[in-house]
């Protein structure tokens, strides 16, 4: 199905692993140019560079000048159509709420927060110069399924979910629309690395990473995590005229995992 995406200018924030690279490559097989931006580069994003359908750009989203830097890139190709904020991270913490410090919370609102609203306040006069475009947060359900562990992702996806809706509002009449996407648990490293969120929830319990993953995915009626593919070609939808008129909702896609309306 063509997206209508041939020749736009794509922005992804955190593009390296996991939904990010999954975004951008989905993008690219869309006919879309996509600008990366990531700490650092991969081979995934070197083969779309040498494929002619990506650029990486070298930043640290969390920063003040990160995302700038990155939509830089798409002035210079004439300005973003489509952004796709996904930078994100998560840090567990099996020492209660009251042990997170200023440190930690200024990180998580960095990375989770401020990266997509600075990416979002220089993308959209770009945006307002073609004529139009669409912004795609990457959210989490956690916006509105807190939890004690993950208390600062969860807050600053809160957020993110509540800027997202305020944006759409304002500019939705200039032709800009604002969606956000809330995944479940993704089969990505951030779960299912040795490091990941899986293996953390396992060392802070008498259980293994396996098990904790058996239970996660037995909490979604599919039973299963959603994969990176499955929340970028939801992305891709979301972003392309096909949903012309889809914008200020937050799509879940969680396998069912979210058992409320």
Not at 17 to 24: M, N, T
Not at 25 to 37: H, L, N, P, R, T
Not at 87 to 96: E, N, P
Not at 139 to 151: F, H, K, Q, R, Y
Request: charged residues 15%; aromatic residues 6%.
């Amino acid at each position: 199905m063509d997206m209508y995406l041939t020749d736009k200018v794509v922005v992804v924030t955190g593009a390296s692993k996991g939904i990010g690279l999954a975004v951008s490559q989905a993008f690219a097989e869309s006919g879309a140019f996509v600008i990366a931006g990531a700490r650092h580069n991969t081979p995934e994003l070197q083969a779309l560079e040498s494929a002619g359908s990506a650029l990486f750009i070298a930043t640290d989203l969390a920063t003040p000048r990160g995302p700038s830097t990155l939509l830089a890139a798409a002035a210079e190709r004439g300005g973003a159509d489509v952004l796709i904020n996904n930078a994100g991270a998560v840090a567990t913490r099996f020492d209660g709420i009251l042990s997170v410090t200023d440190e930690e919370w200024d990180a998580a609102l960095a990375v989770n927060f401020l990266s997509a609203v600075r990416a979002s306040r220089e993308a959209i006069p770009q945006m307002l110069s073609r004529g139009g475009g669409s912004i795609v947060m990457i959210g989490s359900v956690n916006a509105t399924l807190p939890e004690w562990n993950i208390v600062d992702y969860s807050a600053t996806k809160a957020a993110l979910a509540n800027y997202a809706k305020s944006l759409s509002k304002e500019f939705g009449p200039k032709g800009i629309r604002v969606n956000t996407i809330s995944p479940g648990p993704v089969a990505t490293d951030l779960w299912l690395a040795p490091d990941g969120v899986a293996a953390k929830f396992a060392g802070a319990s008498v259980t293994t990473p396996d098990d904790v993953i058996a239970s996660v995915s037995a909490g979604a009626p599919t039973g299963r995590f959603t994969t990176a593919r499955e929340v970028a070609d939801l992305a891709v939808f979301l972003a392309g005229s096909r949903s012309g008129n889809t914008t200020g909702s937050d799509v879940r896609i969680d396998g069912g995992y979210v058992p409320t309306l």
